[in-house]
């Protein structure tokens, strides 16, 4: 379990703030800037701009002072058992300044942690140990989603106008191959990027645009499940019904009925 030392929801420090640690906090450091600050890591400095954030280990030397005044930060501190292994199966960044995706996330956190350790209350320790997982998780997600989004950058306009057609037509069949020939990329590595940008498989997404299809129509016409099938792209009704439960977890007529 994940415990919180102590922590700070947008401290001003109007006369400015410098923090020096030779041998490090003993502890997790982590420094939201609102403000502009120079950062010490190991006897090395870098500027850190407002909306930035750096998670120190335990054992790093660091320092840090403000390069504006006022200056204002959200901060904490924290240990425990796990913590570690945790941090190391995200691939979380430490003793490394990174701008903050969405500058929203910490101050909303720790927010939370700094009203949790006001209430207190018997569900405390729980309380904080699941919002600083949920905080670490999500700066986490934030940095793979913007990797992703920065290798496959040149190719998004072409593959998120693909994915339009996809849905937008339902009724044509199109194959992998074709798809990738059009964005003029191997088949294998047009599967990667797909995958990559959108979370699921290109084929996947071709099926979920058949059924949701077929849902319209199952709830707007009275057309039969094989006109419904055949509407979709399906020259197979048994392969149409099975795909649609195993995609809206009923059958055709069941969800027609349901409606």
Same mark, same amino acid.
């Given at each position: 379990?994940?415990?919180?030392?102590?922590?700070?929801?947008? @401290?001003?420090?109007?006369?400015?703030?410098?923090? &020096?640690? !030779?041998?490090?906090?003993?502890?997790?450091?982590?420094?939201? @800037?609102?403000?502009?600050?120079?950062?010490?890591?190991?006897?090395?400095?870098?500027?850190?701009?407002?909306?930035?954030?750096?998670?120190?280990?335990? $054992?790093?030397?660091?320092?840090?002072? $403000?390069? +504006?005044?006022?200056?204002?930060?959200?901060?904490?501190?924290? +240990?425990?058992?796990?913590?570690?292994? *945790? /941090?190391? !199966?995200?691939?979380?960044? =430490?003793? #490394?300044?990174?701008?903050?995706?969405?500058?929203?996330?910490?101050?909303?956190?720790?927010?939370?942690?700094?009203?949790?350790?006001? &209430?207190?209350?018997?569900?405390? $320790?729980?309380?904080?140990?699941?919002? /600083?997982?949920? *905080?670490?998780?999500?700066?986490?997600?934030?940095?793979?989603? +913007?990797?992703?989004?920065?290798?496959? +950058? #040149?190719?998004?306009?072409?593959?998120?106008?693909?994915?339009?057609?996809?849905?937008?037509?339902? $009724?044509? #069949?199109?194959?992998? &191959?074709? /798809?990738?020939?059009?964005?003029?990329?191997?088949?294998?590595?047009? !599967?990667? *990027?797909?995958? %990559?940008?959108?979370?699921?498989?290109?084929?996947?997404? =071709?099926?979920?645009?058949?059924? &949701?299809?077929?849902?319209?129509?199952?709830?707007?016409?009275?057309?039969?499940?094989? %006109?419904?099938?055949?509407?979709?792209?399906?020259?197979?009704?048994?392969? @149409?019904?099975?795909?649609?439960? !195993?995609?809206?977890?009923?059958?055709?007529?069941?969800?027609?009925?349901?409606?």
């Amino acid at each position: 379990m994940i415990r919180l030392i102590n922590c700070g929801c947008r @401290f001003t420090h109007r006369e400015g703030i410098t923090i &020096e640690r !030779q041998n490090g906090a003993g502890n997790y450091a982590f420094v939201f @800037f609102r403000s502009r600050a120079e950062v010490m890591i190991n006897g090395r400095s870098e500027q850190a701009e407002s909306n930035s954030y750096i998670l120190f280990s335990p $054992d790093m030397p660091h320092a840090y002072r $403000d390069l +504006e005044r006022p200056f204002v930060n959200d901060w904490f501190h924290c +240990e425990g058992e796990g913590l570690g292994e *945790l /941090l190391k !199966q995200l691939d979380f960044p =430490m003793n #490394r300044i990174v701008a903050a995706a969405d500058p929203f996330i910490v101050p909303r956190h720790v927010l939370e942690l700094q009203n949790a350790e006001r &209430e207190q209350g018997p569900h405390h $320790d729980r309380i904080v140990d699941l919002e /600083l997982q949920s *905080l670490f998780t999500k700066l986490s997600n934030a940095l793979a989603r +913007e990797a992703v989004s920065t290798r496959a +950058e #040149r190719y998004a306009e072409v593959l998120y106008r693909l994915r339009g057609e996809l849905y937008g037509s339902p $009724d044509v #069949r199109l194959r992998v &191959e074709e /798809l990738a020939a059009r964005a003029s990329l191997s088949k294998s590595y047009f !599967q990667h *990027l797909y995958k %990559e940008l959108f979370g699921c498989s290109v084929v996947t997404d =071709m099926i979920r645009g058949r059924i &949701e299809y077929a849902k319209y129509l199952l709830s707007s016409t009275g057309l039969s499940v094989g %006109e419904v099938g055949g509407l979709c792209g399906y020259e197979n009704e048994t392969h @149409f019904m099975r795909q649609f439960k !195993q995609f809206a977890g009923m059958t055709p007529l069941g969800y027609r009925k349901g409606k």
